[in-house]
Every structure is written in C-alpha cells, then in structure tokens.
C-alpha cells in the first residue's frame, strides 16, 4: 500500500504508516488485489477484471483487525489499489483512493469509491467528505456523478505547490436519493465492466 501511495502521490508528504493505521480504531481500508503471491513483472496491463480480483476486493481492516477472507500465510497478495477512510462522530473522511498506474482506467478506482460509500453506510457514518486538488478535474466528476458536492475551498492545503483543496462532501448517505443513486451507477458499473455489485456489497 505504501509503494502504490508514493507512485500514486509522489510528491505529497510520507505516506501513511500503514502498520500504525492497524491499531487505528477509526481507520477503515479497502484493498483491490489478486491472488498472484509474486508482484508481475515489469508493467502489466491485465485484461477487465479477474474472478481473482473481484473475490478479493475487501475491508481490509478496521478497529485494529482484519475481516472477511483473511490474508494467506504469506501476506504477499498484489494489490492493485486500495481506498480508505475514517470515522468520526458520523463523519467518514476518505484519506486516499489510489491505483496502481498499470491498472488504472479500468474501472478500479470506481469500484473501490462505490464500496467506501456502502461501508461507510454500513458504519451509520451520516456524511462523506473528502478533499480534492482544484485541478483534479476528472476526480471532482467522479465524485460528482456520485452526488457529493463541493462546499469549501481549502487555500494551499497540498504542501508540495500549495495548490488549493476542493471540499467535497456527500451528505444524507443512507437516504433513499442517495442510496437510488448508488444503485444506478453501481449498475452502470456492472455494464460497462462485467462485475457484480456483490462485489462492493460484501467487501
């Protein structure tokens, strides 16, 4: 996870410590992996999406343990991206959504924003917010499409050029429009990329 967030935020501040974010009893990750045990070589460009890596898209961890299908002896499964957030007092903020630069445009990151809103419904989290790069156009989209809105401007909030932060937010999660929504895309999701919503169900 560490590797994926340096290639995917390079020049930002250390990423997290991951093996901290373990004992974190208001962290919540999602991982997107396979159940190759080696790392591929070089830069793979694998086909739309696996059965090994629809099994294994999943809650990683949350309040200092791992859930779901637990980790092969190894530890050593390749993850392609992972997403995560915390709670607080009713609020789930998305600290990162990061994919691998060979598997991105494929759906990856999507589907890992669509299962951080259902557990974060799942939690009772109220609201979901996040910020942005103002110049991150295409993100901003995606989020939009998922029906946050933006709310604030954080002024030189990135470190390396003080670029600005877009607030976004998305309030009311476990009300019917927005759950309608979900559905919807979650949907559209399936079509265009030929995996099921049971996957970002059941993570």
Not at 3 to 15: K, S, V, Y
Not at 183 to 192: D, G, N, T, W
Request: hydrophobic share 40%; net charge neutral.
């Amino acid at each position: 996870m560490a590797e994926i967030d340096h290639e995917a935020f390079p020049t930002l501040w250390p990423p997290a410590n991951y093996q901290r974010e373990l004992q974190n009893r208001l962290a919540h990750y999602l991982v997107a992996c396979d159940d190759t045990l080696e790392a591929p070589k070089g830069k793979v460009t694998p086909p739309k999406y696996s059965p090994g890596l629809v099994s294994r898209l999943r809650h990683l961890f949350g309040h200092g343990r791992f859930v779901g299908n637990e980790l092969p002896s190894t530890g050593r499964e390749y993850i392609f991206g992972f997403a995560g957030f915390w709670v607080m007092a009713g609020e789930a903020h998305i600290t990162n959504v990061a994919v691998r630069e060979s598997h991105r445009l494929q759906g990856i990151g999507e589907l890992l924003l669509i299962s951080l809103i259902n557990l974060a419904t799942k939690l009772d989290a109220c609201l979901i917010t996040l910020e942005v790069r103002a110049s991150n156009t295409a993100a901003q989209s995606l989020y939009s499409k998922y029906g946050f809105a933006k709310v604030g401007m954080r002024r030189g909030y990135y470190t390396d050029n003080r670029e600005d932060g877009v607030l976004m937010s998305l309030e009311d999660i476990a009300s019917a429009p927005v759950q309608a929504n979900l559905q919807r895309l979650k949907q559209a999701h399936f079509e265009k990329w030929g995996i099921a919503a049971y996957c970002a169900d059941h993570c």
